[in-house]
Nanobody
Framework: QVELVESGGGLVQAGESLRLSCSASRSITFTVMGWYRQASGTQSSETERELVAAIYAGGQIKYADSVKGRFTISTNRIRNTVYLQMNSLKPEDTAVYYC????????WGKGTQVTVSS
């Protein structure tokens, strides 16, 4: 079993930045690591989550259209850590952000709250 632990969420004003981090509890080879988010008011469910950014073992990176040019995903595979640098934050970015990683099984973190005030 692998545990993913997120950190870095918080309350910021529109236009500011945050950096999320997610570390795996043990060394494992992931085929993809990434971030999803779920806005408040929606039922907590993996199917209700929106893909924000993902990075694949081969180096391919995918972003949601709504965050392109503002968010950057990166990894430190030696430390089994994935990061999400979020710049120019908007109120509509407010959500619980979940770390995810796939290695034969789809692992999820417990989530970290990001709140952007206008």
């Amino acid at each position: 079993q692998v545990e993913l632990v997120e950190s870095g969420g918080g309350l910021v004003q529109a236009g500011e930045s945050l950096r999320l981090s997610c570390s795996a509890s043990r060394s494992i080879t992931f085929t993809v690591m990434g971030w999803y988010r779920q806005a408040s008011g929606t039922q907590s469910s993996e199917t209700e989550r929106e893909l924000v950014a993902a990075i694949y073992a081969g180096g391919q990176i995918k972003y949601a259209d709504s965050v392109k040019g503002r968010f950057t995903i990166s990894t430190n595979r030696i430390r089994n850590t994935v990061y999400l640098q979020m710049n120019s934050l908007k109120p509509e970015d407010t959500a619980v952000y979940y770390c995810t990683a796939v290695s034969g099984y789809h692992y999820w973190g417990k989530g970290t709250q990001v709140t952007v005030s206008s």
